[in-house]
């Protein structure tokens, strides 16, 4: 046996006892994650418990029974041999396996080793409290046995003395022997009963009590003494009921310290209506309450049930007398619904949806609620004929020097002080043609017409439209004839050219007021503005400003930073922030009001324009303001008018014949879809319209959208859709819908002047349908003879009898006015020659391409040339 052999562990060795120590050393594995592990030392400190020389033995067996094996020595080392000094490589290569395969199994067998001793321990340890809870159960069975000290509660209770046969001598007392029992710590505590009331027990009588009786067996006498136990059981339950009633629960919290069940408010109110129900009598009979029921267009069964307060059962059946099937969750219209009312005895209130909108009120204010107004004035005439230039005269601004194209595109309304402090509204409406509805518009919400019309141009179409307006909205007008600075200028022929369309000034005698300005010169002004003032005192314009206010869009936009504005103009009432108002069919709160010079007002009385915001969208032009109590009402008129326009863009006409072929003509036409967003919401309306009147019947234009506002991405996905380009008129895209537009191949069209749109929306039309072919007739001849050409072909002789027949034209063969051929001259001939060209009178020969041989004599040929043309619109 060598050194190693006996350093090696044994297996099942075991340790020798030992007296336990009071501080135990041990080792405890800590594993982490990843397979990481640790020992650590734990040193255990116990108490040393010793006995005095007069206690029991228990204890002391106890510390007896104690014993354990001394902790095992730790493991020594495996000794690492040194490694001799010629050993080669392959030798130390299995050494060190070797020494490594004996390092793993010498941890294997420690390993056992620990969790063996683990083992053991655990079961001594469990063995130890067994015994220990064995020996404190025996001394508690003891002690009642062993005699006491007596007690107070024990001192009234008289014992019945034994009968014995014959004295005997007083036994020794035993002497009393006390035992202190100590609680394990480790043990739950003991159990605290709650005391209850100690039940009685039957008192014998008096005479008994003194003369006990002795003839009955001892145990009776016990049994006299002692209540009947009760089973362990019973006992077991009433400690845990005991121990339970101190808990707080939620109903002993809110009902009660008896914890008992309360009865609720509900159920004593039935008590109460029952007892009282029961003390006076029988129940009468009820009055029928009679209802006033509102009956809407349809209404289901069930909600005409709850509005009658009947039992929908009950109307169930009487729809079921008059032979409808129906249960309470169908619709009835509103006959029938009234049908059922009056037969239940109920008053009838018939509504329809349209009852839910505003009303315009037409009811003239009082003449003392009445005060004098400012007048408001409509610029109208054509095109660049010095609109905007007038009225930036008299208010001293410089609007027509900032416009795009120097053209006005979007009606404005400005309001002018005068030098008498008098007020005056003006609204500069556009002069292009695009913009007939803007016109109308002015024309509709103004007091006075002033008609714009240029001294070296004469009368226009626009200006012409302006006096119809004007004519068809009956308010008065001044002619004011401008650019009479000009040299070429000639203010007679306009007020004779006036007397077309039957305006006649007062220089010719007429009712028309008339006055010859210059914009550029500033002359002429002050007249005009008298005869503005004159005109308004014979006007005696009066409004009522302390009440809701009402009011007309002149124009609406999408502001990127400020959203919906509409520019409103008052025309009764008094418009403050804070109000609710319905707009069209869009519906909002004032937030704010801004007046034309961008000051911020805190209301605006009547002929006051002024930008509204608050809206929830974009209004149309020309939509009535109105305002409404509160914003309930306010959603309810806009909802409602939001369903009536789209119900009349979905709704279908009824089908006939012309419609069906119309349909038919329309698909046949080509669509030119496009994507229109604009600045303002006039402004779009205007372009919508003009692009309109571009449709004919071979090309058809398709607005997919127009909106208000800046070009987003679903304007952009809408287009890349189908294909449409996007117009923005005065407007741009944002980052992200250029970015999309250049992946979907999307074009961004960006126009500031409306003209320039329209022309080139027209040439883009023209050039989807593509060039117009047009055919010119060179010549006719007569087909005489048909001779053979070749193996397979035919020649026809031909006599021209009108124009000429040119070699490598189109050509056509027609037999009885029936075309049979169209196709080129291959070949032309006369007396054997080729030739290019012959004329009227003269014979030749022809053959035809794609070898053509059905020719007869007597067919006709036409030849005839095809010219291009770029088609206009």
Known sequence: MSDTDNDKPKLGARAPLGLKRTVETGKVKQSFSHGRSNTVVVEVKRRRILGKPGEAEAPRVEAEAEVAPPPPPAPRPVPVRPAPSNETPRERQERMLREAEEQRMTALEEARRREDREKAEAAEEEQRRIERNKREAEAKSAEPEAPAEPTPLAAPVAETPKPTPAPAPAPTPAPVVRRELQLDDSLPAPRRFTPVQRPERPQPAPARRAEPDVSGPPSASKRQEQPASKPARDQRKERDDQRRSGKLTVNRALGGDDGARARSLAALKRAREKERRSHSGPREAQAKQVRDVVVPEAITVQELANRMAEKGADLVKALFKMGMPVTVNQSIDQDTAELLVTEFGHNVKRVSESDIDLSLDTVDDADEALEPRAPVVTIMGHVDHGKTSLLDALRGTGVASGEAGGITQHIGAYQVTLKDKSKITFLDTPGHEAFTEMRARGAGITDIVILVVAADDGLMPQTIEAINHTKAAGVPMIVAINKIDKEEANPQRVRERLLEHEVIVEAMSGDVQDVEVSALKKTGLDQLIEKIQLQAELLELKANPNRDAEGTVIEAKLDKGRGPVATVLVNRGTLRVGDVFVVGAESGKVRALIDDKGRQVKEAGPSVPVEVLGLSGVPSAGDPLQVVENEARAREVAEYRQSVLLQKRTAQAPASLETMFSALKDKKAIEYPLVIKGDTQGTVEAIVSSLNKLSTDDIKVRILHSGVGGITESDVTLAGASGAPIIGFNVRANAKAREIATRQGVALKYYDIIYDLIDEIRAGMAGE?????????????????????????????????????????????????????????????????????????????????????????????????????????
């Not at 035919?794 to 037999?815: D, F, H, P, Q, S």
């Not at 196709?823 to 054997?832: D, H, N, V, Y």
């Open 769 to 873: 349908l593509g060039p117009e072919a047009f055919e010119t007739v060179v010549g006719r001849a007569e087909i005489r003879e048909v001779f053979s050409a070749g193996k397979h072909g035919k020649a026809a002789g031909l006599l021209v009898t009108e124009g000429a027949i040119r070699k490598a034209l189109k050509a056509r063969i027609t037999r009885e006015d029936v075309i049979i051929y169209q196709g080129e001259i291959a070949s032309l001939r006369r007396f054997k020659d080729d030739v290019a060209e012959v004329r009227a009178g003269l014979e030749c020969g022809v053959t035809f391409t794609q070898n053509f041989t059905d020719i007869k004599p007597g067919d006709f040929l036409e030849t005839f040339e095809v010219e291009l043309r770029e088609r206009t619109l």
